[in-house]
Every structure is written in structure tokens, then in C-alpha cells.
Nanobody, 121 residues
Framework: QVQLVESGGGLVQAGGSLRLSCAAS????????MGWYRQAPGKQRELVAT???????NYADSVKGRFTISRDNAKNTVYLQMNKLKPEDTAVYYC???????????????WGQGTQVTVSS
């Protein structure tokens, strides 16, 4: 019904920057909140940042001041700008979206397939 396609992951050096994108497509009536999560090997998935339909944002303490989440409603896309990257930011990053779909109406949470971000020292 809805697909989330991520892009922008890769390998960067500590202190560098990277921008992740996640575009939603399908039978979309309205996208509510969107967010980014990450999971490192051997660890549980954790919230990185969220953005509401009104563009209010929330960040994990570990990324405050370094990461910025934004959205483009015309493109059904959420972004994560990551600056001053640290080795501990290394993880698979997943986008998430709370979406109201069309005919019949229904609301579901969707996840992207994940994109690898690796930060080297």
C-alpha cells in the first residue's frame, strides 16, 4: 500500500556530514508524524529524531545540536541532516512514517528497509 525508500547512507570520516532521505509513495491520503531510528550491532533500535505534521521536532540527547530532521510535504519526503558525525553514530538508520491511506481510509505505521551509516575515526 505504501513504500518508504531510503537513500544517502554511506561511509564518512569522523567530523563529516551526511544527509539521509526517505521518500514515501503509494495510496497516501495524509502523512502525520515522520521519524528516524537507528540500530547498531548488538543494540536495540533507538529513536533519533521525529517531526510532526506541523514540523515540530524532537531529538535524542545524543544527537542534539548535530542532527536536523526536516520534511517536504510536496515530495512526501523526510530528511536527516547529520553533521559532526562520531563513530558511535555508526548504525543502520530506518525511517518511519505514520500514514493515513486512501480508500478505504486506514492509518498505519510504515518503515523503510534501512540504510547503513558508517563513521570511521
Amino acid at each position: 500500500q505504501v513504500q518508504l525508500v531510503e537513500s544517502g547512507g554511506g561511509l564518512v570520516q569522523a567530523g563529516g556530514s551526511l544527509r539521509l532521505s526517505c521518500a514515501a509513495s503509494g495510496r497516501i491520503f495524509r502523512i502525520n508524524a515522520m521519524g528516524w531510528y537507528r540500530q547498531a550491532p548488538g543494540k536495540q533500535r533507538e529513536l533519533v529524531a521525529t517531526i510532526s505534521s506541523g514540523s515540530s521536532t524532537n531529538y535524542a540527547d545524543s544527537v542534539k545540536g548535530r542532527f536536523t530532521i526536516s520534511r517536504d510535504n510536496a515530495k512526501n519526503t523526510v530528511y536527516l541532516q547529520m553533521n559532526k558525525l562520531k563513530p558511535e553514530d555508526t548504525a543502520v538508520y530506518y525511517c518511519n512514517a505514520d500514514i493515513l491511506i486512501r480508500g478505504p481510509l486506514g492509518e498505519y505505521a510504515y518503515w523503510g528497509q534501512g540504510t547503513q551509516v558508517t563513521v570511521s575515526s
